[in-house]
Antibody
Framework: EVQLVESGGGLVQPGGSLRLSCATSGFTFSGYEINWVRQAPGKGLEWVSYISTTGSTIYYADSVKGRFSISRDNAKNSVFLQMNSLRAEDTAVYYC?????????WGQGTLVTVSS | EIVMTQSPATLSVSPGERATLSCRASESLGNLAWYQQKPGQAPRLLIFAASTRATGTPARFSGSASGTEFTLTISSLQSEDFAVYYCQQYSNWPPTFGQGTKVEIK
């Protein structure tokens, strides 16, 4: 069974940092691209970042470029999202989602709250 | 970036009735997906390539495309279909989502 499990969310002050993790199982991790998608409370879905199978190709939404960094460890079947200089508008549930273009599999999400 | 506009924002439908959801792209595109999201849950992929049902998607869900207009049709609404539906284009980077259509019980 394909599983993606996010962790690392929590309450952080504006300007602070958090590192999210997405642990996966049930598929050959090194063969799949991974994305992060977020959803602010009561709002719609926003794509955040993408990483290719080897990590050689990475994309970011303009809203997070220069502040967020995506990486992966194929030996640990995991993807990470380092979030720096967090702002109130980054408050959201962050999902990791498998596949390059459309997302067949999603994690359950981890809530990030940026507030003083 | 391509802007996706969904309509209506809310659709009130009685169980057993047909629901038609629209998604318009700001420019021509060929690749679109539909997702269903229920409260407290992650989105679930329903349709990709505009009209191909994902594994496990019931046959009452169908997708179609005409130019920049895309449609998700639920032929006969079941109780489990009341949810929010999102379209997503993946023709161009960055991938973008519509703002969602909430299908509620009439």
């Amino acid at each position: 069974e394909v599983q993606l499990v996010e962790s690392g969310g929590g309450l952080v002050q504006p300007g602070g940092s958090l590192r999210l993790s997405c642990a996966t199982s049930g598929f050959t991790f090194s063969g799949y691209e991974i994305n992060w998608v977020r959803q602010a409370p009561g709002k719609g879905l926003e794509w955040v970042s993408y990483i290719s199978t080897t990590g050689s190709t990475i994309y970011y939404a303009d809203s997070v470029k220069g502040r967020f960094s995506i990486s992966r460890d194929n030996a640990k079947n995991s993807v990470f999202l380092q979030m720096n200089s967090l702002r109130a508008e980054d408050t959201a549930v962050y999902y990791c989602a498998r596949d390059e273009y459309y997302y067949q599999y999603w994690g359950q999400g981890t809530l990030v709250t940026v507030s003083s | 970036e391509i802007v996706m506009t969904q309509s209506p924002a809310t659709l009130s439908v009685s169980p057993g009735e047909r629901a038609t959801l629209s998604c318009r792209a700001s420019e021509s595109l060929g690749n679109l997906a539909w997702y269903q999201q229920k409260p407290g849950q992650a989105p679930r992929l329903l349709i990709f390539a505009a009209s191909t049902r994902a594994t496990g998607t019931p046959a009452r869900f169908s997708g179609s495309a005409s130019g920049t207009e895309f449609t998700l049709t639920i032929s006969s609404l079941q109780s489990e279909d009341f949810a929010v539906y999102y379209c997503q284009q993946y023709s161009n980077w960055p991938p973008t989502f519509g703002q969602g259509t909430k299908v509620e019980i009439k």
